[in-house]
C-alpha cells in the first residue's frame, strides 16, 4: 500500500512541470518514506528522514525556489540515452536485490558478523539501552565524527557560495554606479 | 495582515513544545529513538519556522548569525575534542571509558558529549544555511 503511493507520487513528481508542486509532493515522498521506515521498525531513521526530507529540505527547497525561476523548461532534444542509462541502472540493482537473502532473516551474513556483540554487550559497555545510539556514538564514533565533518563542511561551502556571489555583485554594481 | 493571526498565536503556543522535543529526543536519545542529528535538525525547524511566521529579524533576536555561525565548528570541536581528552588521559582517540571509575559510565558520559557536539553542529549549519539563503533573496 505505501509502496503504492510512492510510485504513484514518484510517477506524479517526474510528469510535474511546476517545481513548486515538486517540493510539494517531495513532502508527501518523504512522509510516505518515513512510514515505511516505521513499518520496517527503524524509528531513528523515520525521524531523521521527517525532520529532514519534509522538514528542513523543503523550506531549503522554496528558498531556492524563490532565487530561481519555477517552471521546468522545456527539454532542448529528446533524451532517449539518459532514459536508456536510468533504465539499465534500475535493472542492475534489481538484479542485485534478488541474490540478497530473505528480508528479516536472523542468520543473514550482516547480522553474524558484530551485531551479536553489540546487542549483547551494549547496556554493560555502555549503559545505553539504545543499541544505534551507542553504536552510532561509541562503537562507530570516527564515523560519527566523519558525518559531523561532512555537515561542518557542507555549511561552510554553501555558506561560501551564496555569500561570495552576493559580495562580488555588489562590487559589479558599485563599479558599474561609479 | 489580520488574516495570519491563527498561524501567529499558533507558532507562539507551539514554539516552546518544538524546542522541548528537541531537548527531549536529545537527551532521551539514550533510551529511545533520537540523538544529536534528529534534535538539532528539529532545533533547526523552531528557528525557521519563528523566521517564516514573525521575520528574520525576530529569528536573529534570538539566534543571532555570528552565534549560529560559530556553533559550526564548534560542535566539531566538542567531538573532535572528547577523543583527544581520551588520548591526553591515556587511551585511544574517542575512546570514553577514562572518563569516569566505571567504564561503562564513561562510555554513557563520551556519548552524551559527542551527541552535544552533534546537536551543535547540526543546528547550527542548518539554522546558517537557511539564513544564508533568505539573505540571498532579499
Keep these: 500500500m505505501l509502496l503504492t503511493l510512492l510510485a504513484v507520487v514518484t510517477v ?38 521527517a525532520a529532514v526530507g519534509a522538514g528542513i529540505s523543503t523550506v531549503i527547497l522554496l528558498a531556492t525556489l524563490h532565487l530561481i525561476r519555477t517552471t521546468e523548461m522545456r527539454p532542448v532534444r529528446r533524451h532517449l540515452l539518459p532514459l536508456f542509462v536510468a533504465i539499465v541502472t534500475g535493472a542492475i540493482l534489481v538484479w542485485g536485490t534478488l541474490v540478497l537473502p530473505p528480508f528479516g532473516t536472523a542468520d543473514a551474513v550482516i547480522h553474524r558478523h558484530v551485531v551479536p556483540r553489540y546487542i549483547a554487550d551494549t547496556i554493560r559497555e555502555t549503559n545505553v539501552p539504545n543499541v544505534v545510539t551507542s553504536v552510532l556514538a561509541d562503537y562507530r564514533g570516527y564515523d560519527t565524527l566523519g558525518e559531523a565533518t561532512v555537515i561542518f563542511t557542507a555549511g561552510i561551502g554553501v555558506m561560501l557560495l551564496l555569500r561570495g556571489g552576493r559580495r562580488r555583485g555588489d562590487a559589479e554594481r558599485e563599479n558599474t554606479s561609479t | 495582515m489580520s488574516l495570519d493571526l ?10 516552546p513544545f518544538i524546542l522541548l522535543f528537541a531537548l527531549y529526543v536529545q537527551f532521551h536519545g539514550d533510551f529511545g529513538p533520537g540523538g544529536g542529528f534528529q534534535a538539532g535538525v528539529i532545533t533547526a525547524g523552531m528557528v525557521i519556522l519563528l523566521a517564516i511566521t514573525f521575520g528574520l529579524e525576530a ?13 559550526i565548528p564548534l560542535g566539531v570541536l566538542i567531538y573532535a575534542g572528547t577523543g583527544v581528552a581520551g588520548l591526553i588521559m591515556g587511551k585511544n582517540y574517542l575512546d570514553y571509558s577514562v572518563f569516569s571509575h566505571d567504564p561503562a559510565h564513561g562510555h554513557e558520559l563520551g556519548i552524551f558529549l559527542v551527541e552535544v557536539g552533534v546537536l551543535i553542529t547540526v543546528a547550527g549549519t542548518m539554522t546558517a544555511l537557511f539564513y544564508a539563503f533568505v539573505e540571498r533573496g532579499r
Design chain 2, 59 to 71: 529569528a536573529q533576536r534570538i539566534a543571532p548569525q555570528a552565534l549560529v555561525e560559530r556553533m
Design chain 1, 12 to 49: 506524479a513528481i517526474v510528469r510535474q512541470r511546476s517545481l513548486f508542486s515538486v517540493v510539494v509532493l517531495t513532502v508527501i515522498y518523504s512522509f510516505l518514506m518515513a512510514s515505511v521506515l516505521i513499518v520496517l521498525d527503524a524509528v531513528d531513521v523515520a525521524m531523521t528522514e
Design chain 2, 6 to 15: 491563527i498561524l501567529r498565536v499558533g507558532t507562539k503556543l507551539i514554539l
